[in-house]
C-alpha cells in the first residue's frame, strides 16, 4: 500500500459508537478542506433524513480540524444517533501533486480512503462533501460489486467524453468519462490492482499531468477504463448553479432534479451554502436540509476568493439586486488587484 496509515493519520477521533468501522453497517466516507466542513455536515444529515431505517458509518478524511467543527458533529451524531469518525491526515506525501484553484490539495484523500479501509471492510461510498442524498441507498448497497472495483456515474455527455478521449489520448474514452465524486468502490479490487500507486506515478508525471484538468478524476478515469460499471444518473445527478445565469431566459432548460433523483451533486464554483445562491430552486434541496442539521442557525457563507466575488456579482445582478452587484464587483476587483 502507498500510504501508511500509522504514518498518514495523525489523530483519530471517534464520535458515537466505537463500532465505528462494521461491514454491516453503511460506511460512507468524505475526504475534505477548511471549505467545505458545513457541505459535509449536511451531507450527512441529508443522507441520515432520506435512510432514517438503515445503519451508518460516516468517515471524514481532512487536513483541517477545528472545535467548531467537532461541535457541530457531535449535535449531529446525538440528534440522529449515528456515529461518525474523523481522520486528521498528514498531507505532506501529496504535497508535489497537482492542483488548481477549483481542487486543492483535499481531492486526493480518495486515495487514503481506499489504502486505510482494506481489509477492513470489502466496500465503501466516496462522497464529495458538496453532494445531497434525496433518495433511499437500500438498491445501491446490495448492489454486486465482485467483478469490478467501482461503480460510477457519467459526467455530462458523449460530446463530453469525446473531448476527454482527445485531451488524454485515450479512444476508449468516447464510451464513457465519469465523475469521482461518487464512488462505489470494491476495496479488494482496487488494492488488486494497484490503482494508487498507478495513480501518483501518473500524477507525478510532467508529461502527463499537464493534460489532465480534472487531476485525479481524469487519472481515475483512465486507470479504471472498462473495470467499471455505470449507474443511473440520479446517483450523481451533477448541478451547476452558475447554469442559473446561462439559462436565466428560459430556467425549463436547466431543471436536472427530478422525483428520481437520489443524488444532488453540486458542482462547479458556486455552491448552495453561499449566500448569492439562496433563491434559486436547485439550491432548496440543500437549504432544507441545512435547516434540519446543527448548521441550521448559521448564516451562508459570503464571498472570499476572486472567483466567488465574481460570481457572486454576476447573480446578484441577475437577481436584480443592483446595489449588492456593484459592491461584489467592486471587493472583486479590488482583491484582482490585491493579488497582482
Known sequence: MYFNENTIIKEKIIIGSLNHIKEDNLNIAYGIDNNFTLGCVVSITSI????????????????????????????LVTTYNT??????????????????????IATYFRFIIADFFYAKIDKILYLDADIICKGS??????????SIIAYVVAEKDSIWWTKCAQRLNQNKLVSGYFNAGFLFINLNNWQEYNINDKALLLLNDTEISKKLTHLD??????????K????????????????????HLNAAQYNPITEDTIFIHYIGPTKPWHKWAKNYNCSSYFLNVKAHSPWDKEPLLSASSSTQMRYCAKHEFHQKKIIAGIICYLKYYFKKLKIH
Not at 478524476?217 to 472498462?226: F, G, S
Open 83 to 104: 456515529n461518525v469518525t474523523i481522520y486528521l491526515v498528514d498531507d505532506s506525501t501529496l504535497i508535489n501533486l497537482p492542483t488548481t484553484k477549483n481542487w486543492t
Open 228 to 247: 467499471v460499471s455505470y449507474l443511473d444518473r440520479k446517483y450523481n445527478q451533477q448541478v451547476n448553479i452558475n447554469y442559473e445565469l446561462k439559462y
Open 48 to 75: 441520515l433524513l432520506a435512510n432514517s431505517a438503515s445503519s451508518f458509518s460516516f468517515h471524514i478524511f481532512t487536513n483541517h480540524l477545528d472545535d467548531k467543527f467537532q461541535k457541530k458533529l457531535k449535535e
Open 217 to 226: 478524476q481524469d487519472v481515475l478515469n483512465l486507470l479504471l477504463l472498462e
Open 137 to 146: 441507498l437500500h438498491d445501491l448497497f446490495h448492489l454486486n460489486l465482485e
